[in-house]
């Protein structure tokens, strides 16, 4: 019932909300005190609990930058989370998207392709091909496979993110926005300064309209910009 409870108002917009880190961090120590490698799992709380393992996660690699404590965390979501759900459902794809952000983070690469494009595979043939969910497993791949170097496989990839996403989402959307930084981010490392210069304004806009001019996200961009 507590693990229950603690994922129901644990935050779920840690990544793109600020706001909510000193919710996650007053609620931390309970939670991690439920799903930690010590505490065995109370029969029929595994959804729960890996979700709560993955928000876990999901606060020390993205507002604290601590992907050391991160890792174990997606890594143990990972089976429960297939246990619960089955192999092939949404949840599952989620949290190989996850587990693989991080890897990617921490410059294993190698290891992260196979888990995004595990979790690409997942979400078009359960959620098909112009699913919002799809657009994010593109571009998680589409920036790994850029990474690895190869900008031509990256692109078609991050194109048919961005058109994903303005169709299902509407083109001022943060997720077409930070669909759009990906593909800037891609012509600026081809040398196509003019055209990287045209999105990272069309991004910069979007963001300062949705979430105003002191939100990260705007100026994470506007430093892409200048």
């Not at 657009?135 to 993110?161: K, T």
Request: net charge negative.
């Amino acid at each position: 019932m507590l693990v229950e409870a603690l994922a129901l108002i644990y935050p779920r917009d840690i990544d793109d909300n600020p706001c909510t880190w000193p919710r996650a961090r007053r609620l931390d120590g309970l939670a991690l005190a439920m799903v930690s490698a010590d505490a065995p799992l109370a029969h029929g709380s595994e959804p729960e609990a890996s979700y709560l393992m993955n928000q876990l996660g999901l606060y020390r690699q993205r507002a604290l930058g601590d992907y050391g404590s991160a890792r174990p965390l997606r890594v143990r979501a990972l089976p429960l989370v297939e246990n619960a759900f089955g192999l092939q459902h949404p949840n599952t794809a989620t949290s190989l998207d996850n587990l693989g952000l991080l890897l990617q983070n921490q410059g294993d690469l190698i290891a992260a392709r196979p888990l995004f494009e595990r979790a690409l595979a997942i979400h078009e043939n359960v959620l098909g091909p112009d699913h919002s969910d799809v657009a994010i497993s593109r571009n998680n791949l589409a920036f790994l496979v850029q990474h690895q170097g190869d900008f031509a496989g990256a692109r078609p990839l991050f194109e048919r993110a961005l058109a994903i996403d303005e169709n299902v989402l509407g083109p001022v959307h943060p997720h077409t926005a930070r669909a759009i930084n990906n593909l800037a981010l891609l012509l600026q490392n081809q040398g196509d300064l003019t055209g990287a210069r045209r999105l990272r304004e069309r991004a910069l806009a979007i963001y300062e309209k949705t979430f105003g001019s002191d939100h990260p996200n705007t100026g994470m961009t506007l430093n892409h910009l200048a």
